[in-house]
Every structure is written in structure tokens, then in C-alpha cells.
């Protein structure tokens, strides 16, 4: 059984009636809305180790910057395109027929045009009629074209736009050649109805042959709802950034959609899920903004389940409380253990710290970090330890020995009894002296001072005749344990 199959935590709940076409594309504009987050700068190589991961993590597409920002930037374009990867690369340009040049330099698969259709970008950015914009559109895109690119074309903040004018630009560009429409929601205004809606109105206009983004910005926290309305709708590519990187609060994270079409809408697109970690590890450090504790997918807490309700039904059956499995994604799941907890959590915890506990003695634990876990905020396994060693009267922590200790097994030559070799060894300054099975047939437990005092103290018993052979174990720490009824050596 796959992990996909394994998952069916809808037979808990409902399935969702609306399907999600199999088709669907996913792309990744890291390297390009990314960038664009405040104080984000990627270094080249950062660049192509992103590009590498998300090519083998199965994107369909990677923006992989906007090649007339700067040397630099070009340069990292021309650089991914030339990698051989899977994913089409796209170089993202103005309406302008240098920028497409600077594309076509950089080999890359597709631009994506993009220019505002917008009446307030119109009038207070780029001081243009309509009919100018529409002739930068229809010359930019056949520009494109005839350098043998494939276009996609952005109407930007096409969802503040008036959906004649829209229509009419979207119009243009694919009758110089577009095969895809982008629908920014630049400002991140929609809601998914609205998304719903638009999709279903540009569709209707525009017809079948042109393929449809959707590019959903985050400001209201609605990016991923959006994007899914989106494709719900019909839209057949999504465009995603890791960790949701982008202008202001972002875009759709990468993370999030992917993981939502696999559980949610159950396809299975390909995408190698438990990369995801390590690729939002990467970008995390390349970019220098830090995953939240609570981030989807991806944040620390994404897995963890802290409340004695939520982690008895967790260690019952995971699906309690999760609606996708850790191991999907390549994590594990956390169970917490402070003033919350209850006795199955607490359980839990012990055995993976290695102790074994009776029921009783499990409910004085509970019952004293419930105590202890009422005064301070942060609650550590040291302090679990503690508390069980209380409880349980032993240490679980071992103390390293004042004098130096060894374990000395010792071989005895067939021709001589044992008891013999014995006899002679309990003369010497050892602690305790053991006939054993095995392979050795003598044990001594020993102490000295010193290493060397140690060492002359084995010179002794080797010469002992009937010795054959000797193996010394110095031992590190001692640990008491429930039984210990006699200490042998002094700890200090
Ligand atoms: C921007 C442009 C863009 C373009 C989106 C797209 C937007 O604001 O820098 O090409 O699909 O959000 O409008 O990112
Ligand atoms: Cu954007």
C-alpha cells in the first residue's frame, strides 16, 4: 500500500465534491517573487542549489528571476536555464521588447510577460492609455514569439482591472501568441469565491485554448484558499513560492499547496513530499527569513500535540488530531509533556527516555509535573528525568567515579583450575573478584588513583601464574539502579 492510499483521513470526515484535474501544473517563483521579499538576496549558487532542489522535488515550472534587475540577476537566469532541468524555466520581463531580448540571451523556455491592466497602475504608474498598453502587450508578446519563446502573459493586478479592458488585454496577448493567462492577484484582494468567480468569467471570454495561473497574493491570509478556489474552478497551473517568500506577507507556499492537492484533493502529482523540509531549511538560510513555530507543513509545531485530550487520542490513532501524517512529509510527530499532559502522554515520554514505570508510579510522576510545570514556562526532559528520579528513588543520570575504575576480565590457561587463579587475585587491592561463564572465566572489579596506579595494579595479575590473558574496561559513569543495595566504590 502507498503512503497516498495509506492516508484516507477523509473516510473520518467528508470528501471534498469538487475535483482538482490531475493536469495541474506547479509553478515555483522562489528565485523570483521570492527575491522580491524584503532583504532577501539569494547568492548565485543559492540560486541553482534552489532550482536543483525544486526540479527534483517535481515542479513543473521555475521563474527563475527577471533578467533586467541586474547583472547578477541575469546572470543566475541564464545559469538555471542552461542546468538541463526537468522543470520549464521562465525568464519574467516587462512589455518591453529589450527585456525579451535580455530573456532570449538567457535560453530560457518561456517568458512571462507581465504589465498592469489596472486603472489606478495605468494612471499613477505607468501614465498610460489603455490603447498604449494594449500595443505594448501585442508588440512584446510577438516579439517573444518570433525569438521562438513560449508566453505567458500577466495582466498585473488583473483583479482590480475592469473586466472589459482585462478581457481586452488578455485578448491581445493571446492573439500574438500567449497560451497562458496569469491572474495576479497582486494586492491579495480576492477571497475564494471571488477567485471562483474569475476564473469562471475569463474562461467564458476567452475560451478553452488558453491556459490559466493563478498567482495569489497573501495579504489577507487567503493565498492558499484562493489559489485552490482557483484551480477548483478550472485554472490548470499554480504559482507558489517556498516558505510563501514574496512582496509583503508573500504568496501561496509551496509547501501548502502541494501538500494540500495530495491530501485534500488526493492526486498525486509526483511531488517527492518529504523533500519539502529540507528544501525550506535551504531557502530558510539562503534567504535569512525565518520559518515560524506554527508555519504549515514546515514550522516546528506543525506536529506536535501538547494537551492531555490530544495526545491520548494521538498515541491512540494519529488521525485524531492530524490531518495528514508527519512521515508523509518526512518529519515525525511531537508529544509534549508539560502541565497539560496526562498519563498516557507522560508514559510515552518515559519510555522514549528509557524508563519503565508501574502505574503508580506513572501517577505521582503526573501528578509532580503537573507541580512542577505550574511554576515556569519552559519544561525539559532534564527536568522529566528529575522528577522520575524522585519518584522512582534512583538516578538516572550516573555519576562519573572519583578514582579510576576498571572491569578486568581475565583468561585462565586450561591447565589450571580457577578457584586457584582466584584465590591468588583476592590478594590483591582489587574490590571484587567474580568467576564467570563465557569466555573469560574471571571479572575483577577494580579502582586505583591513577591510570598508572591502575595499570601497575593489572602488571600484577598478569603476573599471577596461569593468567593466560587480560581485557580492561575503564568505566566512565555509574548509575544506581532500583536494586543497588550496596555502593562499591565511593561516588562523589
Ligand atoms: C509583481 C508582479 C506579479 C506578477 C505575477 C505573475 C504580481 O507585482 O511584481 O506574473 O503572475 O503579483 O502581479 O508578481
Ligand atoms: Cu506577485
Known sequence: MNKLENQNFFDLQFKPDVKISGDV??????????????NVFFKLEDKIKIAQLLDEFGVHMIEAGCPTVSKGVKEAVKAIAEQGLKAEVLAHVRAKEPDIEEAVECNVDRVAVFIATSDIHLEFKLKKSREQILDMIYN???????????????????TRSDPQFLIEACHTAYEA???RISIADTVGMLTPSGMKGFVK???HHLGNSVDIDVHC???LGLAAANALAGLEAGANCVHATVNGLGERTGITGLEEISVALT?????????KLDMLPKIARYVERASGVVIGQQAVVIGDYAFSHKAGIHTAGVLANPKTYEVFSPDLVGRGRQILVDRYAGKKAVEQKLKELGIIVNDDQLSQIVQKIKEVADTKRNFYDEDIIEIAEEVLQVSFRGISPSKVMGLISCKVDSSYHTSYIVRQMSALPL???YETSGEYEIVAIAQAESVPELNDLLEKIREIDGIAHTNTKIILKQFETMNSNYSHTQLV
Not at 512584446?140 to 488583473?158: C, I, M, Q, W
Open 217 to 219: 497574493h497573501n495579504d
Open 177 to 179: 501568441g500567449a497560451d
Open 140 to 158: 512584446s508578446v510577438k516579439y517573444a514569439r518570433n525569438h521562438g519563446l513560449k508566453v505567458r502573459f500577466t495582466p498585473e493586478d488583473a
Open 263 to 271: 491530501v485534500m484533493y488526493g492526486l498525486d502529482l509526483g511531488f
Open 25 to 38: 501544473l506547479l509553478l515555483d517563483t522562489t528565485l523570483r517573487e521570492g527575491e522580491q521579499t524584503p
Open 431 to 433: 574490590d571484587r573478584v
Open 201 to 203: 468569467f475569463m474562461q
